[in-house]
């Protein structure tokens, strides 16, 4: 009981900072504002009454003088208006009053020489002039003049002036205000104690409970239940209370249960953080085993390999020693693994490398780089020393495989780079070596050694490529186009529009050489896309123009993984005002091959936008039967590799034959490439070819020589075909 009296006496000691404190003070404030306010009121109400009164006691007097004045006046009686200035000497507030006639003679005057302003001026003026002195008193505000005109059958006589001091209605009004501020400030007093009283007995005491109670939860004393009967929002606050701490209990005897069960699991995890240990250990030295090795074949994998030369670079550094790199790639393995199935590749992949094994010192290092690349280091070897190796493994290799139930021979091409002739870095060597090999693949060769010359990635071939990104943004190129002919109309039915690139300082550049070079970057994006515009572009000329063809582009494989391709196709064709079924778009059958399924379903977004779609280099890319009815395709163009000897080859003849009827089956139509000549014309048309396209028609050529022709649109046949390329000339 002592604490909670303690508690009372330091809030009333702090009254200012506790709830009751400032609900009293903004109580006692908004009351003594209210009752100010209200006495301002009264204040200015009752001195507007008052001097109203002032004001309408004058203008009685005036209108009294005015009356009687003009008697007096005319009988120049000045006795009697003495008397009248007598009469008004009994008025307490009259300052001065003055007859002033209408030659402006002060006729008579009464001046209250009580009052401080006219003693002032009494005192200040030498001489009596009554006119002066009113004069003054008149510029003070604190006196209310007043003048009233005295008449007698419309003749001025004269002016009566009176002024009355404003000082007492002031002093009067002031007086009141003060005593009714007083008395609203004892009773706004005594309204604050009375509702601190009524506060703190009623809410305060409530509050102080729970503040208790609130500092007994703090404690952990929750055996106490807050006692607060009534039945407003602090007794429901009460309530709460209670019944926080009853959970509070509940979830402290939940938390030791808690508390055991989780002493009890972290001796279980103890026991099994010792056993899980131990298997990670074993577990770990697996995986380190897995990182160096490759899972497949046990030889060392690419990290193996990278770390193993460049130890042999830096012993071969510090010992002025030579060393060589084999690369190794097998042919075919691709034709392999998709003709048999991955399996078998994996398992033609195993015997490899136990071939390989066998057939090196125990000093020499073999690893496994990924797909069928294999990498060989041999230390203190030099470029004749590796050719030795590189046959010996062809031997070892020619045997033959037998994988599943089926045994067949494979080859390999080697590439190879010594240190340090060939590179001084373990990159360089490795690029080195791969560009040997790459090089023995395409020669046929079966293993070459690194040449300088045969490396694309050279200082001028990085210097082309960055003219020839300048020339895409500074639109260089140029589009040549190449006629196809319908065989049964002989019409020009359409065109393939080929680029072409005549440097300012180097001329031709061959399509060959710098198409390969924009696919192997970045380049090939912005090339894809200039061809496509410029095209477009030259379509929409001759559209207007009347001129109806179609107009075919080709894609690469880049075009088809572009995941935006398709959508800023369709926008480029939004843009022109010829139809898409104008256009033609043809992609490699080798394209196709590279990923089917994937192709497909974007062969199948170009259909959509209503263009046309052929395969190109058909006859090349191995592509089946069952593949072809997938393909939303609506032509196909024979390779020119069978086409340009099918006069004298019967085996290309056939090929071609096969590849119409295919077509025609399939509901396709053929377009023929590469035809120059008469008789290979004659020959299609025999087997039933649609339609035709090579330099018997005519090479490819601008825009501006082609379009005459294609204004004529008839093709007419010539036995000598220079004539045919002359008129496109």
């Known amino acids: 009981m002592s604490k909670f009296k303690g508690e009372n006496t330091l809030i009333d000691l702090m009254w200012r900072n506790s709830l ?49 004045s003009p008697e007096a ?17 009994k008025g307490e507030d009259i300052v001065y009053a003055v007859i002033i006639s209408s030659e402006g003679d002060a006729l008579t005057s009464y001046l209250d020489r009580r009052n401080s302003y006219v003693a002032g001026e009494l005192k200040n003026q030498k001489t009596m002039n009554v006119k002066a002195i009113v004069n003054n008193i008149k510029q003070n505000e604190n ?65 102080l409970q729970l503040v208790q109670a609130a500092r007994r939860i703090s404690k952990g004393m929750l055996d106490k239940a807050v006692d607060i009967q009534s039945a407003d929002e602090l007794g429901h606050l009460g309530r709460v209370f209670n019944q926080m701490m009853d959970k509070l209990q509940s979830s402290i005897s939940e938390k030791d249960e808690a508390l055991k069960t989780v002493q009890e699991l972290n001796q279980y995890l103890e026991e099994r953080v010792v056993q899980r240990t131990q298997e990670l250990e074993a577990l770990n030295e697996r995986l380190e085993e897995l990182a160096l090795h490759d899972s497949l074949t046990g030889l060392p994998n690419r990290f193996s390999i990278q770390d193993h ?15 060589t790199v084999i690369m190794m790639d097998l042919d075919r393995f691709k034709e392999i693994n998709d003709t048999l199935g991955h399996d078998c590749g994996d398992q033609l992949l195993v015997e490899v490398g136990l071939r390989l094994r066998d057939s090196l010192r125990p000093s020499d290092f073999i690893g496994r780089l990924g797909g069928d690349e294999f990498a060989i280091i041999l230390p203190e070897t030099d470029e004749l020393g590796a050719k030795l190796v590189a046959k010996k493994i062809q031997k070892i290799l020619e045997p033959s495989f037998n994988v599943g139930e089926m045994g067949f021979s494979i080859a390999a091409s080697f590439g190879i780079a010594t240190f340090p002739k060939h590179g001084t870095t373990t990159s360089a060597i490795l690029k080195s070596a791969d560009v040997a090999m790459y090089t023995a693949k395409n020669k046929k060769t079966g293993y070459d050694v690194y040449n300088p010359g045969a490396d694309s990635n050279t200082p001028d071939r990085l210097s082309l490529m960055g003219e020839l990104r300048q020339a895409i943004y500074d639109d260089q190129l140029e589009l040549y186009y190449q006629p196809k002919v319908d065989l049964k109309s002989s019409r020009i039915t359409g065109v393939e529009a080929l680029i072409r690139w005549n440097h ?29 515009k410029s095209a477009i572009a030259q379509h929409e000329q001759w559209y207007n123009a009347g001129i109806e063809i179609v107009v075919a582009i080709n894609l690469s494989m880049h075009n088809l993984h572009d995941s935006d391709f398709i959508l800023e196709l369709e926008r480029l064709l939004d843009e022109t005002e010829v139809p898409n079924t104008a256009f033609e778009f043809e992609v490699t059958e080798s394209a196709i091959m590279s990923d089917p399924d994937y192709v497909v379903k974007v062969l199948d977004k170009l259909g959509a936008l209503n263009v046309s779609v052929a395969i190109d280099d058909f006859g090349t890319g191995y592509s089946s039967l069952s593949l072809l009815k997938k393909l939303p395709v609506h032509a196909l163009k024979i ?91």
């Open 73 to 89: 006046l005319l009988s120049y009686d000045f006795d009697a208006l003495d008397n009248y200035m007598e009469e008004i000497n």
């Open 143 to 207: 006196i209310i003049h007043r003048s009233f005109p005295i008449f007698f059958q419309k003749n001025m006589l004269g002016h009566f002036h009176v002024g009355v001091d404003k000082n007492r209605v002031e002093l009067a009004s002031q007086k009141k205000l003060i005593n009714q501020a007083v008395v609203s400030t004892v009773l706004t007093l005594l309204l604050g104690m009375g509702i601190y009283v009524v506060f703190k007995t009623y809410a305060m005491r409530p509050i």
């Open 639 to 729: 390779d020119k590799s069978f086409v340009m000897d099918m006069a004298t080859d019967s085996d290309d003849r056939a090929i071609v034959q096969s590849i119409i009827d295919m077509s025609h089956t399939l509901g396709l139509d053929v377009i023929a490439e590469g035809v120059e000549n008469g008789t290979v014309t004659q020959q299609l048309a025999e087997l039933g070819c649609d339609n035709i396209q090579g330099y018997y028609i005519s090479r490819p050529v601008p825009a501006e020589m082609v379009t005459p022709i294609l204004e004529n649109i008839k093709w007419i046949e010539n036995p000598d075909p220079t004539t045919n390329i002359h008129k496109l000339r």
């Open 20 to 68: 009751a404190g400032k609900f009293v003070t903004l109580t006692v404030v908004v009351v003594f504002v209210l009752m100010g306010a209200s006495a301002v009121i009264n204040y200015q109400s009752q001195r507007s009454e008052l001097l109203s009164s002032i004001e309408t006691q004058t203008e009685m007097l005036g209108n009294f003088v005015v009356s009687i």
């Open 504 to 532: 300012p300082e180097r001329g031709f550049i061959p399509p060959d050489e710098f198409i390969p070079m924009a696919e192997q970057s970045t380049l090939i994006r912005p090339l894809s896309y200039w061809v496509i």
């Open 309 to 323: 030369l460049n130890t042999t670079l830096a012993e071969s550094k510090r010992d002025s020693a030579c060393f």
